[in-house]
Antibody, heavy 121, light 108 residues
Framework: QLQLQQSGPGLVKPSETLSLTCTVS??????????WGWIRQPPGKGLEWIGS???????YYNPSLKSRVTISVDTSKNQFSLKLSSVTAADTAVYYC?????????????WGQGTLVTVSS | SYVLTQPPSVSVAPGKTARITCGGN??????VHWYQQKPGQAPVLVIY???DRPSGIPERFSGSNSGNTATLTISRVEAGDEADYSC???????????FGGGTKLTVL
């Protein structure tokens, strides 16, 4: 059974960089069948896609966040990571990592447990 | 950019049928996926590719997609179905994943 385990700090200061890691177990992050992505959900609001990447390193990002987002992969550790720079209070949200099917569907079939990240001094 | 529109809330009595809509320009030409999210939990995929169900999802959950509206239908609604439901597509023209705003299903 595939599992995605998230790790990273729950509190980040304004203007600093948010960093989260997602460790995949029960399957390989190097599969050509899947993308690996990040989604966030501000308190009381809907889901917002941040970006996704392929094991080869190719990425695609939400245009509204693209200038501040970096998603990277470490195939040796079966992990992928999110960095969001210059955070403000508006970036306070529950952040999820998830696997999506490659191709024209791009549905997310496995999700991490979620990490509440609060931006505050 | 592509926009998906969902009603904020839907209410239904136990045993009845709930229908949650997801509107988008020519959404019938895209693959629509639906997620169920209960408080404090990660989303769970309940319908993918318009109408397919992942293993473990009850047959009471079904989906359809045509024209400018996709619909998630939950038959014989149970108290345990109370949750937020969100639709999602991939907009190939912009290479962007798009979520609807979510609909809170209340079981009366």
């Amino acid at each position: 059974q595939l599992q995605l385990q998230q790790s990273g700090p729950g509190l980040v200061k304004p203007s600093e960089t948010l960093s989260l890691t997602c460790t995949v177990s029960g399957g390989s992050i190097s599969s050509s069948v899947y993308y690996w992505g990040w989604i966030r959900q501000p308190p009381g609001k809907g889901l917002e896609w941040i970006g996704s990447m392929y094991y080869s390193g190719s990425t695609y990002y939400n245009p509204s966040l693209k200038s501040r987002v970096t998603i990277s992969v470490d195939t040796s550790k079966n992990q992928f990571s999110l960095k969001l720079s210059s955070v403000t209070a508006a970036d306070t949200a529950v952040y999820y990592c998830a696997r999506s099917v490659a191709g024209v569907t791009r549905n997310f079939d496995y999700w991490g447990q979620g990490t509440l990240v609060t931006v505050s001094s | 950019s592509y926009v998906l529109t969902q009603p904020p809330s839907v209410s239904v009595a136990p045993g009845k049928t709930a229908r949650i809509t997801c509107g988008g320009n020519n959404i019938g030409s895209k693959s629509v996926h639906w997620y169920q999210q209960k408080p404090g939990q990660a989303p769970v995929l309940v319908i993918y590719y318009d109408s397919d169900r992942p293993s473990g999802i009850p047959e009471r959950f079904s989906g359809s997609n045509s024209g400018n509206t996709a619909t998630l239908t939950i038959s014989r609604v149970e108290a345990g179905d109370e949750a937020d439901y969100s639709c999602q597509v991939w907009d190939s023209s912009s290479d962007r994943v798009v979520f609807g705003g979510g609909t809170k299903l209340t079981v009366l």
